[in-house]
């Protein structure tokens, strides 16, 4: 997936959730929109990073601790 692999500052948020404005130009009621099933797909996205990076984390954790308890035992 291309979008995974993409920094989150380097994606353009507005263009990916079809981020439209409308100037109403007679009566003043700007309005804008943007399509919803997108930002679930951009929420669902963050979702899976934050999962993944906590997966990391547990395993780095794990192996700092085994390091840690083995320099202990060779000492």
């Known amino acids: 997936?291309?979008?995974?692999?993409n920094t989150m500052t380097e994606r353009n948020f507005k263009q990916e959730l079809v981020h439209s404005c409308y100037y109403d130009m007679e009566d003043g009621h700007d309005s804008e929109t943007?399509?919803?099933?997108?930002?679930?797909?951009v929420i669902t996205e963050l979702c899976?990073?934050?999962?993944?990076?906590?997966?990391?984390v547990k395993i780095l954790n794990r192996k700092l601790t085994e390091d840690t308890f083995e320099v202990i035992k060779n000492d």
């Open 1 to 5: 997936m291309l979008l995974l692999l």
């Open 48 to 56: 899976d990073r934050i999962e993944q990076l906590e997966s990391e």
């Open 34 to 41: 943007i399509d919803y099933d997108c930002l679930i797909g």
